[in-house]
Antibody, heavy 122, light 105 residues
Framework: QVQMVASGGGVVQPGRSLRLSCTAS????????MHWVRQAPGKGLEWVAV????????YYIDSVKGRFTISRDTSKNTLYLQMSSLRAEDTAVYYC???????????????WGQGTKVTVSS | SYVLTQPPSVSAAPGKTATITCGGN??????VHWYQQKSGQAPVLVIY???DRPSGIPERFSGSNSGNTATLTISRVEAGDEADYYC????????FGGGTKLTVL
C-alpha cells in the first residue's frame, strides 16, 4: 500500500528547533519530487518546500528561507523538514506530499501524509 | 507573485450541480490541479491537469480551464462531497488558491 506517515510534530518554544519526518512505504522516495505543505489553524494550504526527484534541487517559500531545510534519506525512505528559529506564525499542521510522476517535479500531489501538528508557543 | 482566487463558499442541494471557480492571470495557460479536503483529513487529489481524474474519483467530478478561470464541477452532489476544495498551479513555485467550502444543503 502506497502511503506516507508524518511524525515529529509537537509544542515548541519560539526560537527553538524541530525536525519533522515523513516515512514512505509502498514506493521509493528517490525518483519522486517531494514537498512539505502546511495549514495554519482555520486557514488554507500553503506550500513550504520541495526537494526535486533527483535530490539536487531544493526550494522554499520566502518566509522559511534560511530557517527550514528539506532533505531525504533514501536508505530510510524518509523525507525530513528541519525547522529552526521557529516563530508563532509557523504553527500549523505540516503535510508531506508526493509529485505524481516519477522524474517530474512540477506535477500534481497524488499522495499525502496524514499531517503532523506543530505548535510554536511560549 | 501569482495569485489564485476562489470564492470562500459554495452551496448546492443533493442531486444538483456545484461549480467552484479558480481565477488567475492567464490560468488557461497553466495546468490546474484540484484537491478535496474533508474536516480533519489530509487533502485528496480529485482533478489533475485541468480535466483528468485519478483512479477512484467518481465521474461526477470534472474540470475545465480557459482564459482567466479554471472550474471544478461536481454533478449530482452528495452529502459526502461536503469539504474544502483547493486549486493549485505551478508558477515560480507551488501556488494554492484560498480554498472554497462546499456546503451540501
Amino acid at each position: 500500500q502506497v502511503q506516507m506517515v508524518a511524525s515529529g510534530g509537537g509544542v515548541v518554544q519560539p526560537g527553538r528547533s524541530l525536525r519533522l519526518s515523513c516515512t514512505a512505504s509502498g514506493f521509493t522516495l528517490s525518483g519522486y519530487g517531494m514537498h512539505w505543505v502546511r495549514q495554519a489553524p482555520g486557514k488554507g494550504l500553503e506550500w513550504v518546500a520541495v526537494i526535486w526527484y533527483d535530490g539536487n534541487n531544493k526550494y522554499y517559500i520566502d518566509s522559511v528561507k534560511g530557517r527550514f531545510t528539506i532533505s531525504r534519506d533514501t536508505s530510510k525512505n524518509t523525507l525530513y523538514l528541519q525547522m529552526s528559529s521557529l516563530r508563532a506564525e509557523d504553527t500549523a499542521v505540516y503535510y508531506c506530499a508526493r509529485d505524481a510522476t516519477v522524474g517530474v517535479t512540477h506535477d500534481a500531489f497524488d499522495i499525502w501524509g496524514q499531517g503532523t501538528k506543530v505548535t510554536v508557543s511560549s | 507573485s501569482y495569485v489564485l482566487t476562489q470564492p470562500p463558499s459554495v452551496s448546492a442541494a443533493p442531486g444538483k450541480t456545484a461549480t467552484i471557480t479558480c481565477g488567475g492571470n492567464n490560468i488557461g495557460n497553466k495546468g490546474v490541479h484540484w484537491y478535496q479536503q474533508k474536516s480533519g483529513q489530509a487533502p485528496v487529489l480529485v482533478i489533475y491537469y485541468d480535466i483528468d481524474r485519478p483512479s477512484g474519483i467518481p465521474e461526477r467530478f470534472s474540470g475545465s480551464n480557459s482564459g482567466n478561470t479554471a472550474t471544478l464541477t461536481i454533478s449530482r452532489v452528495e452529502a459526502g462531497d461536503e469539504a474544502d476544495y483547493y486549486c493549485q498551479v505551478w508558477d515560480s513555485h507551488v501556488v494554492f488558491g484560498g480554498g472554497t467550502k462546499l456546503t451540501v444543503l
